[in-house]
């Protein structure tokens, strides 16, 4: 079976004795069937807002800086960024290294840089040096680039909803138990059967556990940089 929405959703319809869609009848499906889909949606909606951090959900993003322009805009599918990624990637026309920026606060820029916002002058702008967040989901440089620098960061998204019977979820396969066990609890729901409800929620919840131990709760070493001093013992001769 096929790892997509409609397969998503016949997995429900085996479970429960249901008749499975096809790929004809799937969009046009109602009743249960509506229901089924909202419950794979459900699922998959609760794992991506249990965690911030999804290594699924990793997109490297790259955008052109424009000369002069300090304030740019997040995607909109960003659910948030790393600030501690960004870069200014090597480039050969204009002559500049990689550069990683350094993380300023915003109420820091606005203490020591906000002229820039204002400032038109050329003799302001540089290769970036600082990054910034803004509060309306932008992120601003200092100095305001003086080229069309390549800039890089990383960040986490949102998935949309799967709508057309081969959307695929960005939840990896091997935990497509997760998402059915998570369905099944509003499938469940549905019919009104609490019981069998609670037991699956349970069985979700564990699911996702045992995700976030695979993907989440690491434990980087931590490696020792103590210089060791051997200290040298003079051979004494004491006369008697």
Same mark, same amino acid.
């Given at each position: ?71 740019? @805009? ?31 606060? =915003?109420?820091? =820029? ?37 080229? @069309? ?41 549905? +019919? ?25 709760? +690491? ?22």
């Amino acid at each position: 079976m096929a790892y997509d929405f409609l397969g998503l959703v016949n997995d429900i319809n085996r479970r429960l004795n249901e008749v499975e869609l096809t790929s004809s009848n799937f969009s046009s499906a109602a009743g249960f069937y509506s229901s089924a889909k909202d419950s794979v949606n459900a699922a998959i909606r609760f794992i991506n807002q249990h965690e911030f951090e999804w290594p699924f959900n990793h997109v490297e993003q790259e955008d052109t800086l424009t000369a002069g322009t300090a304030r740019y @805009a997040f995607p909109t599918n960003m659910k948030t960024p790393d600030m501690d990624s960004f870069r200014i990637k090597r480039n050969s026309t204009f002559n500049n290294q990689t550069q990683k920026l350094k993380i300023i606060s =915003y109420e820091e =820029y606005l203490d020591n840089y906000i002229d820039n916002d204002y400032n038109t002058n050329d003799n302001i702008r540089g290769l970036p040096n600082y990054v910034f967040r803004t509060p309306n989901l932008e992120y601003g440089l200092v100095q305001p680039p003086d080229n @069309a620098y390549e800039l890089v960061y990383e960040y986490y998204k949102l998935p949309t909803d799967l709508v057309n019977a081969t959307d695929a979820p960005t939840v990896p396969e091997q935990f497509r138990y997760v998402i059915v066990d998570g369905a099944m609890y509003h499938a469940f729901m549905f +019919r009104g059967n609490t019981q069998d409800a609670s037991m699956q929620q349970q069985k979700f919840v564990d699911g996702i556990k045992n995700m976030r131990t695979l993907y989440i709760n +690491r434990y980087d070493y931590l490696r020792d940089t103590r210089v060791t001093r051997i200290a040298s013992h003079s051979n004494v001769t004491r006369a008697s």
